[in-house]
């Protein structure tokens, strides 16, 4: 029993004030307020995502003297809701008084709602291309030729089921308003699912290739020309049409194209495969088709 004496008059005193501070407290005037407070979820899982439409707040009625009440602050009270070892799939939480962190002094009433459901999903990482987009014409007489994006793809996280329906991130809009030569810009690059984030820098360079219009041009009626043998092909015309810029096209002549056949690649009585090819200084035009495609060889008719 010595130890209930020793220090008797602090301990006393102590009594005697707590005694006085709870009736105090007691017979003071309280208040209330409702205020909308931050839900806060702590221990939350690296490998999982919150879906759905989560609740980033409740309303919480409080009570406490009029003196407490007008001194909280926005960062005094939030819901607080441990998910430790939450697993993929729907989880329903019950806020009650104990959810709420609230000063010394302060009593919570009421909690609104008092029942949230959280969805979990599994965290998912996949590669998607980057998509540039492009505003604007070329000046009159140019065409967008190609355009692409450095990095030409980026890595995309988030909710599985989010992340499995994304096929491409874009970018901001470069303008090849009035262009005649290439654009090349660095923009940012976004993704149409707000839940979902790029990892890394989320910025590319793009490059809009801009050349003149290409056009087609069609040459019909060439003789297929029998190289590496006598003989004669058949049959003995060919079709082709030439793609490239409008004005160069312009300038090529039947007798620039010329078809042929390689009679050292024909079996007896079978087709050998036809080529084309071009004279040279017709910067940027190519071959786009010819047909036929195969010829026979047959001797040289002799008088």
Known sequence: MRFLVENLPL??????????????????????????VPVELQNFPKDLELTGDPTNEVEVRLRASPGIIQRLGPGDISARIDVTGALEGERIVH????????????????????????????TLEKVVPVRPRL?????????????TASPADVRVVGPKSRVHDMESAYTE??????ARTSVVERVHVGLDDPMLRIQGTP???????????????TFGGLPIEVRNGPGQARPAQAKV????PASVLAQVKPEDVRAYLDAASARPGGLAPIAVELAPGH??????????THASVRPARTR
Do not use: C
């Open 11 to 36: 301990k006393v005193i102590s009594l005697g004030l707590a005694v006085l501070l709870w009736y105090v407290i007691a017979g003071e005037k309280t208040s209330e307020m409702g205020i909308s």
């Open 95 to 122: 806020l009650t008084g104990d959810s709420i962190r609230v000063p010394f002094g302060v009593q919570v009433v009421k909690v609104n709602p008092a029942i949230i459901t959280l969805n979990f999903e599994r």
């Open 135 to 147: 505003l604007g014409r070329p000046a009159p007489g140019f065409e967008v030729a190609e355009s």
């Open 173 to 178: 809009p470069v303008s090849v308003e009035g």
């Open 203 to 217: 910025r590319a360079e793009v490059t809009v290739r801009v050349r003149e219009v290409h056009e087609s041009r």
């Open 241 to 244: 049409v030439l793609s490239g």
């Open 283 to 292: 910067a940027g035009v190519t071959v786009k088709e010819w047909e036929p």
